[in-house]
């Protein structure tokens, strides 16, 4: 066996101990005769792993007790259509800031539902920055504000809390998440599916405060109706309990790496000795201004576009894989998210480094 | 370690091989370097798995190529709202038949978008039986005729396919889907939730005639309409892969027990020697009609229900698990899906004869 250095965009890759007390608990979870998977989600068993994953989230995040935490089904996707079902209550606007492909995919579902105003947009600028806050426009019938916190796609990241004049805010985390501390207190609702920073995907993490619970639509689906799955714990109906168990046992690899704290200083660390590298080269480019460059996804094109696919070989021959990037920027990508090691990135540096030096 | 006998209605128990080889993998799957919960849904090695699991379910089921197979997430509950939300097409009504719990849920999540003629319900029977077919009220001006294949709290499972009067014809064959063969070409629809006999929970399959996809009602959300996941070979947005491969992984399993009709012989011996030993007893009862009593789900009471309690507890002292009633019904459950095995169910009837002589 012979495991590589995967930086793919999500799915990605999980911490190792995550996968050997997965591979160790596979067929009989502590004492229970059975696998995680084939436990009733309604049974004691299963009860201990669900209250954990809570708990320990909450912890993680120190979420205040006036906010519930959904682990629901369907990706963050789901959520960009569902979060208009279950908060608009009845309101006929909502603001949207534009930073990539992921806004413009939360927007263009929200538009169903709703009139959207694009509060700001950084369109112009080919996603590579972030609109300063003054230039916002923000409407105060809009039922919220709603931002990507983090573009996978075009690598660029909030450096901090935009100020929502009042509406609630809402984020989607999907790709930062627990990369770093956030005030939560300041937010409506954030939501991230896990694929990035908290395990396999399957689950989606919808944080919302209370009082923006029990305001959907009619035609929201029950089984994503926001006070139906609160009242229930999530488990309205059968949740993606597997799914459950392997992102719980990550956030209880990310307590013992110290934290959201602690991980943040070693994500810096590690954007920044590759954004360091690219910069000091002639060959690489990243095209984003560099206060809103992101610490999870870092683009880059390579001078002469012909060499991709010798970048990608040569790459994969050294045992660094998935950074082929996006098809609608093209170049590199590489998702360095929590659960990549620095010895990862210093790996990724070298050969870089190495290409460089023979094409 | 030491597994035992697990008879949960779902999440539920899932073949020992099924599990040996997800543990074997769960590092490194083939040489790809990584476990299948990192690997990007859009790369080389998901791509592989993608495929076999949806041949292999067309194979097992022999899917006619007229009908698209959706892999979703949300669980069968969801599409208790999905499905009117796709296929009413601008029709107002839809007829629900109402055999048990399952039924009334499906029946009141459609309420929410269509007025529901319920044409038959076994409601006064205390959903003992399947109401006659000629006494089936169809409503030619509906969208479809629903119907729950089996109920899992009731014990009560169609025999054969009743006939729609060229409705589309749609069922949840959650807890009884690849127990025993299907015509598939005789629906417009088949759903199921995985946690029965496909895997663990977290993916939905949706079998679909390619003339029911295109009609969903604006505002579904969009990862939810059939269309867009058809086009997309549900990939619309990141799906819960792992659970993809455990569920292919189980239908691979099920191929080397002989498909379908060879599991469906081992599914009518275990179910006809645990009818015939609750049938012979003077303790247990089961309430049900006897042909539509569930090959899957068998519910039985105890002649006194303060022996409730010893019962279980004598029984988890000998390895047999997961066989409390729903709190709907009382009594006990046993659910016997496809992988539970022959021995399991032996274990159980010699368990029930010694409680009974001892008690």
Redesign the interface.
Known sequence: ????Y?F???????P?PV??Q??QE???WRD????V?????R?KHFAIIAEELESDLRELLAIPANYKVLFL??????Q???IP?NILDGKSKACYVNTGAWSEKAI??AQ??CDVVVSASAESSKFTTIPDYSSWVLDEQAAYLHYTSNETIHGVEFTDIPDSKGLPLVSDMSSNILSRPVDVSQYGLIYA?T?KNM????VTVVIIRDDLIGHAS??T????NYAEQSKNQSM????????WY?VGLVLKWLQAQGGVAAIELRNIAKAAKLYQAIDQSSLYHNPVVVPYRSRMNVPFILADENLDKAFLGAAEAN?L??LKGHRSVGGMRASIYNAMPEAGVDALIAFMAEFERTH
Chains 1, 2 share one sequence.
């Open positions: 066996m012979s495991r590589i995967n793919s965009a999500g799915p990605s890759t999980l190792e996968l050997l997965a591979r596979m067929l009989e229970s005769g059975m696998s998977m084939e436990m009733s989600h049974g089904q369907g990706g963050a996707a789901a960009f259509s569902l079902l263009k579902d169903v539902y599916g694929q395990g396999p995907s399957g009619k035609v689906p029950s089984v994503f309205l109906n059968t949740p993606a309990t597997y799914n392997l045992g894989y998935e």
